[in-house]
């Protein structure tokens, strides 16, 4: 309640505003005679002084000025490990070729070199893939898991039941060289 004085609490606040209603009300109610009423004139007085900052201070608050500024803070999130898809965590990636035919064992790499890794940590069922060197080959693709309590992985080719249509490639070209493009140039006049 916006009349209610805020003191430690808002029920402390509605109980100081009620004590002091009802010792106004018994201040006016008893003779106090010529030194008494003085003193009710002057802390009146102090009152009605002490009521126009504080009027002032509701105006503005209930007014048409009344600030409705909205702060908005933000920090910055921690990058997430793994590969991301529309806003979800990729589990495995599977690779098809040009004729639309599932790859296996294909090792990816991001546009540094790094390798792709979905950062999925260990998983016993999992089947590993190593490079010549020993090293676990975490960007082999796709993840082929074993069939429950066994080393044997039932379809290696199996896949996500998807209809991949053979790609159409556009011929590549090599940029020409400066060199190369005089020389051709050279050769094309008669």
Same mark, same amino acid.
């Given at each position: 309640?916006? %009349?209610?004085? @805020? *003191?430690?609490?808002?029920?402390?606040?509605? &109980?100081?505003? +009620? #004590?002091? !209603?009802?010792? /106004?009300?018994?201040?006016?109610?008893?003779?106090?005679?010529?030194?008494?009423?003085?003193?009710?004139?002057? %802390?009146?007085? @102090? *009152?009605?002084?002490?009521?126009?900052?504080? &009027?002032?201070? +509701? #105006?503005? !608050?209930?007014? /048409?000025?009344?600030?409705?500024?909205?702060?908005?803070?933000?920090?910055?999130?921690?990058?997430?490990?793994?590969?991301?898809?529309?806003?979800?965590?990729?589990?495995?990636?599977?690779?098809?070729?040009?004729?639309?035919?599932?790859?296996?064992?294909?090792?990816?790499?991001?546009?540094?070199?790094?390798?792709?890794?979905?950062?999925?940590?260990?998983?016993?069922?999992?089947?590993?893939?190593?490079?010549?060197?020993?090293?676990?080959?975490?960007?082999?693709?796709?993840?082929?898991?074993?069939?429950?309590?066994?080393?044997?992985?039932?379809?290696?080719?199996?896949?996500?039941?998807?209809?991949?249509?053979?790609?159409?490639?556009?011929?590549?070209?090599?940029?020409?060289?400066?060199?190369?493009?005089?020389?051709?140039?050279?050769?094309?006049?008669?």
């Amino acid at each position: 309640m916006p %009349l209610v004085p @805020v *003191l430690w609490s808002g029920p402390i606040g509605l &109980l100081v505003v +009620l #004590a002091v !209603a009802m010792a /106004s009300v018994l201040v006016g109610r008893h003779a106090w005679g010529r030194r008494g009423r003085r003193l009710v004139a002057g %802390l009146n007085v @102090v *009152l009605v002084l002490a009521a126009f900052p504080v &009027l002032a201070s +509701l #105006a503005s !608050a209930t007014g /048409s000025r009344m600030d409705t500024r909205v702060v908005v803070q933000s920090y910055p999130q921690a990058p997430q490990q793994g590969v991301f898809n529309q806003g979800e965590t990729v589990r495995n990636i599977y690779p098809y070729d040009a004729s639309g035919h599932l790859l296996t064992d294909v090792r990816l790499y991001d546009d540094t070199g790094r390798p792709l890794d979905l950062q999925l940590g260990q998983d016993p069922n999992r089947r590993a893939v190593f490079d010549r060197t020993g090293q676990p080959a975490t960007n082999a693709y796709p993840y082929r898991y074993f069939e429950p309590g066994t080393r044997v992985v039932a379809n290696p080719s199996a896949g996500p039941q998807v209809v991949v249509p053979p790609l159409v490639p556009q011929p590549m070209t090599a940029s020409a060289t400066p060199q190369a493009s005089a020389t051709s140039t050279a050769s094309a006049t008669p």
